[in-house]
C-alpha cells in the first residue's frame, strides 16, 4: 500500500535529484500528497528553485504542485476520515 504522505527533505548534495526526479518517484508509488523542504535553498534554479517548500497532490490520478514558495500551506488530502478502521 503506498504511503499516504511523504516528506523530502532537500540536502545540498542531493538537490537536483530531490527536485527533479523526487515527485516523479513518489507519483509512481502511487504516495497521495508529497512535502519538499528546502531549508537551505539549495534547490536549483533549473528547476525553477529554489523554494522553501513545495506541495505535491494527487488529484484523479495525476500528481500535481500545487504549492511552491514560502509558507502557510495547507493539505487538501483529508486525513482520517477515509481511513478504513483497523482490523
Given amino acids: 500500500k503506498p504511503p499516504r504522505v511523504a516528506v523530502e527533505v532537500v540536502g545540498r548534495e542531493t538537490a537536483h535529484k530531490d527536485y527533479n526526479h523526487g ?3 513518489y507519483a509512481a508509488s502511487g ?29 484523479g490520478g495525476v500528481f ?18 477515509d481511513d478504513p478502521p483497523a482490523a
Fill in 64 to 81: 500535481t504542485r500545487t504549492h511552491a514558495g514560502d509558507a502557510p500551506v495547507y493539505s487538501p488530502v483529508p486525513r482520517l476520515r
Fill in 23 to 25: 515527485p516523479a518517484k
Fill in 31 to 59: 504516495t497521495r500528497e508529497l512535502w519538499v523542504f528546502d531549508p537551505e535553498l539549495a534547490g536549483p534554479r533549473s528547476a525553477g528553485g529554489p523554494f522553501l517548500l513545495q506541495l505535491w497532490v494527487r488529484t
